[in-house]
T-cell receptor, first 113, second 110 residues
């Protein structure tokens, strides 16, 4: 089955620790995105990538980093500089940005210990 | 003021009722309007996609856009318990970025 796989489903971070969220897609999509979802707020774009080895900051990139070494993979690292990392993180992909339909993974809930 | 406003609910209705979900927005440059459905702790999935003003129907779902009032709606006919979810509106700005509403939680009571 084609789709987007996010792992882990739940992740706990200790203070000062960097953690990495995995996102893999087998839809052959060019564009991939990371969103953050907080209660009572709309989805906010962290980073996006339209092509391998290239990515752009979204609205709330501070404290996060990404890489796009393969078309299928777009991991997100939440660094210790992100002081309020507790949120539901969603990875998405589309055939070509920006007008194509977004397909989302099932999300990763990150919490701080 | 947020660019996209959406009542968070929860909106609770009996099974079989017609549901109306709404978003208002402030940016007159928005051209594409989308409704996504999100089940608890899952990723959103696209329900409806409309361009500019007018209506679009797909089965039990109708999306309506009124650009003059900066108001979009999603109607669900013959609502089912399986429709219980959070419904997110999203709009595309001139930079091709999506601006999201906060979502309305819908509960359909059997």
């Amino acid at each position: 089955d084609g789709g987007i796989t996010q792992s882990p489903k739940y992740l706990f971070r200790k203070e000062g620790q960097n953690v990495t969220l995995s996102c893999e897609q087998n839809l052959n999509h060019d564009a991939m995105y990371w969103y953050r979802q907080d209660p009572g707020q709309g989805l906010r774009l962290i980073y996006y990538s339209q092509i391998v080895n290239d990515f752009q900051k979204g609205d709330i990139a501070e404290g996060y980093s990404v890489s796009r070494e393969k078309k299928e993979s777009f991991p997100l690292t939440v660094t210790s500089a992100q002081k309020n990392p507790t949120a539901f993180y969603l990875c998405a992909s589309s055939m070509e940005s920006p007008d194509e339909k977004l397909f989302f993974g099932s999300g990763t809930q990150l919490s701080v210990l | 003021q947020k660019e996209v406003e959406q009542d968070p609910g929860p909106l609770s209705v009996p099974e079989g009722a017609i549901v109306s979900l709404n978003c208002t927005y402030s940016n007159s440059a928005f051209q594409y309007f989308m409704w996504y459905r999100q089940y608890s702790r899952k990723g959103p999935e696209l329900l409806m996609y409309t361009y500019s003003s007018g209506n679009k129907e797909d089965g039990r779902f109708t999306a309506q856009v009124d650009k003059s009032s900066k108001y979009i709606s999603l109607f669900i006919r013959d609502s089912q318990p399986s429709d219980s979810a959070t419904y997110l509106c999203a709009m595309e700005d001139s930079n091709y970025q999506l601006i999201w509403g906060a979502g309305t939680k819908l509960i359909i009571k059997p």
